[in-house]
Nanobody
């Protein structure tokens, strides 16, 4: 198993930036494909983006494409979500999730390992 912890959430102004980190412990992190999801109050969990195990392939949801970037440093067992040009609609709890099986999946059911989430609030 792998244990995931998100860091870096907080309050930002519209147009600003935040960087979230997803730290992992446990099994070899470089074997895991990682995704970010978010969930706003009263809304369904939304796919944000994903990165494959070696960091060579990324994919993003339409609502964040061009504004958010996912990267990883397997030597540090960490995946990053750089969020630029933030909008109030980006306000949500952000989760990282991991799987060894489904590279690039946008389906949250395909990720057995999850962090506890970190709150991001964007003010207008």
């Amino acid at each position: 198993q792998v244990q995931l912890v998100e860091y870096g959430g907080g309050l930002a102004q519209a147009g600003g930036s935040l960087r979230l980190s997803c730290g992992a412990s446990g099994r070899t992190f470089s074997n895991y494909h990682v995704a970010w999801f978010r969930q706003a109050p009263g809304k369904q969990r939304e796919f944000v983006g994903t990165i494959n195990s070696i960091g060579s392939v990324t994919d993003y949801g339409d609502s964040v494409k061009g504004r958010f970037t996912i990267s990883r440093d397997n030597a540090k067992n960490t995946v990053y979500l750089q969020m630029n040009s933030l909008e109030p609609e980006d306000t949500a709890v952000y989760y990282c999730a991991a799987t060894t099986l489904w590279a690039g999946s946008r389906n949250h059911d395909r990720y057995p390992y999850w962090g506890q989430g970190t709150q991001v609030t964007v003010s207008s």
